[in-house]
């Protein structure tokens, strides 16, 4: 059975940081791509990031210059560093595994967590 357990998640001021982690259980993702996603309160779950099995990575216009994405094959790890979080970052944080198709969209993605929360305060 796939599992995806994202981690990391809390509450923080803007300006401050988090650091996400997703574990993946159950089948390999080295070979795929991983993803990021969040869905705030009363809005569509929207793209974050992604990164590729070598290493590419694609970020949202929103989380440039501001998250990063990496992975650790070797551990089965996916991880986004979050720095100079704003109060619209407040969401939950989805870590994904692809499937098929384009990156920034969810239904590209047949693998999903549980979801961790992010709370930024102004």
């Known amino acids: 059975q796939v599992q995806l357990v994202e981690s990391g998640g809390g509450l923080v001021q803007a300006g401050g940081s988090l650091r996400l982690s997703c574990a993946a259980s159950?089948?390999?993702?080295?070979?795929?791509?991983m993803g990021w996603f969040r869905q705030a309160p009363g809005k569509d779950r929207e793209f974050v990031a992604a990164?590729?099995?070598?290493?590419?990575?694609t970020l949202a216009d929103s989380v440039k210059g501001r998250f990063t994405i990496s992975r650790d094959s070797t551990k089965s790890m996916v991880y986004l560093q979050m720095n100079s979080l704003k109060p619209d970052d407040t969401a939950v944080y989805y870590c994904?595994?692809?499937?098929?198709?384009?990156?920034?969209?969810?239904?590209?993605?047949?693998?999903w967590g549980q979801g961790t929360q992010v709370t930024v305060s102004s």
């Open positions: 990164i590729t099995w070598s290493d590419e990575r």
């Open positions: 159950g089948r390999t993702f080295s070979g795929s791509a």
């Open positions: 994904a595994g692809h499937s098929s198709g384009g990156y920034r969209y969810s239904l590209s993605y047949g693998y």
